[in-house]
């Protein structure tokens, strides 16, 4: 596509996130072409950046201050949220990097947001590359008119999930209603709630005093609703999110579900429990035959069910075989498990390299 020398300018705010590190590392696999790679400090002093990663071997790579131009990069992946300024005032001094208005009106960098920081901004467009390349056509010009977007949006991989099973189903059976439950794991929410859920459960099978501070409640060998008084409503945050995307994403091509996030006691990679009302009913293995293919496979009875753990590190998303409901002849049950970081990564990365053909050459 590109000689191996050249390469593109890109930004990854949030590296050192679990969000950040598999960008990183999908952007390594891919062989995204990439000459210079910044970094900035743009998390909380709770989790520091690491420091910058040379993915090619080559080129201009060690740049970990925020303070880069929009004219000196051509991609900028936002993978946490934007610092907000400490002091009054300061505001108006934001590098390209640190504003979020700035990041928005881009126009020379294609800017790909996958954690809503862009969310009060309007002009960015939702974008699910691998269900484009099934409809055939570019989600970022049919959404606007034809006009060109302004930023990228990256959705949850809750959505990229339930948007992929739910428009397979819907190109050959209508969908009447369908309700969803997401399973989520410790990692949605960063590496201090991997390690607190991870002392939970070492201190409950050594009869010890749990900690608390992430959770507000034991989440270990448990499932939660919502977190403990006085924590952050992490799954009423992440229900609205989901379900707006759907909304936007879906349109009138199928029904946006009923929806439910629910705290499991998982590390990593996230649970989807789906009811689907179609209008008449349909044999399990006319269902299977329209869900299966990339990046969708679907087990057999006779195989292991699909699960959070099988999923991990994996681009699939794995569906366990179909059942009917025994009293609803037209309603069917599915159960999915995929990777929540890895999805989100993985697309985020599909957005950039469908972009490259509107960037200018990369530079040497």
């Known amino acids: 596509m590109k000689p191996a020398a050249e390469g593109y300018r890109i930004a990854v705010v949030g590296s050192a996130s679990l969000l950040g590190k598999e960008l990183l590392a999908v952007l390594k696999e891919r062989h995204f072409p990439i000459a210079r790679l910044v970094a900035p400090d743009a998390l909380d002093e709770a989790e520091p950046d690491l420091p910058v990663l040379d993915l090619t071997g080559e080129g201009d790579i060690g740049i970990t201050d925020a303070n880069v131009g929009e004219a000196e990069l051509d991609f900028a992946f936002l993978a946490a949220p934007l610092r907000a300024p400490k002091k009054a ?24 947001d996958l954690r809503e920081t862009l969310a009060g901004e309007s002009g960015g467009v939702l974008r699910i590359p691998s269900l484009e390349r099934h409809d055939g056509a570019r989600a970022d010009r049919a959404e606007r008119g034809g006009a060109p977007s302004r930023f990228f949006v990256s959705p949850h991989p809750a959505t990229i999930v339930i948007s992929t099973i739910l428009l397979r189903l819907a190109s050959r059976f209508p969908v009447e209603n369908v309700v969803a439950h997401v399973f989520g794991p410790a990692s949605e929410m960063g590496s201090q ?30 499932l939660l609703p919502r977190f403990g008084r006085g924590r952050k409503a992490h799954a009423a945050d992440l229900e609205t999110r989901i379900r707006e995307e759907l909304t936007r994403y879906l ?71 179909l059942h009917s409901d025994a009293r609803h002849p037209a309603g069917v049950w599915i159960w999915a498990a995929a990777d929540n970081l890895r999805l989100a990564a993985v697309n985020a990365v599909e957005i950039a390299e469908s972009s490259l053909g509107d960037k200018p050459a990369p530079v040497r």
Do not use: M, W
Request: charged share 15%; net charge negative.
């Open 89 to 112: 005032g300061e505001a108006d001094a934001l590098s390209f990097l640190q504003s979020a208005k700035q990041l928005a009106t881009a126009t020379h960098c294609k800017v790909i």
């Open 193 to 222: 709630a991997i390690e607190e859920l991870q002392k939970q459960t070492s201190n409950l099978l050594s009869f010890q005093k749990i900690p608390q501070a992430v959770f507000g409640a034991q989440l270990a060998f448990n």
């Open 251 to 321: 349109g009138q091509r199928a029904p946006v579900p009923a929806l439910r996030s629910i705290h499991a006691p998982v590390f990593h990679s996230t649970a989807y429990s789906l009811y689907v009302q179609l209008a008449q009913p349909a044999a399990p293995e006319a269902l299977t035959q329209v869900l299966a293919g990339d990046p969708i496979h679907v087990r057999k009875p006779s195989e292991q069910a699909a699960s959070q753990v099988e999923a991990a590190g994996s681009d699939e998303i794995l569906v366990d075989a």
